[in-house]
T-cell receptor
Framework: EDQVTQSPEALRLQEGESSSLNCSYT??????LFWYRQDPGKGPEFLFT???AGEEKEKERLKATLTKKESFLHITAPKPEDSATYLC?????????????FGKGTKLSVKP | NAGVTQTPKFQVLKTGQSMTLQCAQD?????MSWYRQDPGMGLRLIHY???????DQGEVPNGYNVSRSTTEDFPLRLLSAAPSQTSVYFC????FGTGDSPYNSPLHFGNGTRLTVT
């Protein structure tokens, strides 16, 4: 069965305390992996797309990496404004137009 | 640039009532979709469309209808609301172009409609 699992479910950090969020997947042929940020009461906002193992993307304090089985979202020296739920979504082969599965998300809280 | 606009933001219905959730996008995206988001669950696809006049079912289509008469609009209809349909609903669109999948490009989401059915 195709699955996307995010861990941890929730993460509390102190401002400046670096950490990583994980997105592991078991799908039949990865085509791409997306990271989104979702603020309370808002829709998900696109952050990164990764396509192949070894690929990395960076944006401000965030860096996303990809292996054959999982992706990490590294947060370096986080600030309170980085508090949000981070979602990953996996695009994989299936059907006539591919499939997309979302993970349940990791809720990040950064305290000053 | 408005992006994806959803209305209303909040709605309370009684069991058995019907309503339409509106979604409009101004990016000329061919692909549009509806998701529901429930606590402890990932976003689940309800219905989607790859162009005007073309719709198809997603993972959880029961109790919902859609139509796509224009590129811009993709309304979601609840014919007879049930408490199990209490959720947050998101509309999303993406650029399809000449590719083989609407998921080659990232989805653009609206800010959601929070629906409560009592």
């Amino acid at each position: 069965e195709d699955q996307v699992t995010q861990s941890p479910e929730a993460l509390r950090l102190q401002e400046g305390e670096s950490s990583s969020l994980n997105c592991s997947y078991t799908v039949s042929g990865l085509r791409g992996l997306f990271w989104y940020r979702q603020d309370p009461g808002k829709g998900p906002e696109f952050l990164f797309t990764l396509y192949s193992a070894g690929e990395e993307k960076e944006k401000e304090r965030l860096k996303a990496t990809l292996t054959k089985k999982e992706s990490f979202l590294h947060i370096t020296a986080p600030k309170p404004e980085d508090s949000a739920t981070y979602l990953c979504a996996v695009h994989f082969w299936g059907g006539s137009q591919g499939n997309l599965i979302f993970g349940k998300g990791t809720k990040l809280s950064v305290k000053p | 640039n408005a992006g994806v606009t959803q209305t209303p933001k909040f709605q309370v219905l009684k069991t058995g009532q019907s309503m339409t959730l509106q979604c409009a996008q101004d990016m000329n995206h061919e692909y549009m979709s509806w998701y529901r988001q429930d606590p402890g669950m990932g976003l689940r696809l309800i219905h989607y469309s790859v162009g005007a006049g073309i719709t198809d079912q997603g993972e959880v289509p029961n109790g919902y209808n859609v139509s796509r008469s224009t590129t811009e609009d993709f309304p979601l209809r609840l014919l007879s609301a049930a408490p199990s349909q209490t959720s947050v609903y998101f509309c999303a669109s993406s650029y399809f172009g000449t590719g083989d999948s609407p998921y080659n490009s990232p989805l653009h989401f609206g800010n959601g409609t929070r629906l409560t059915v009592t």
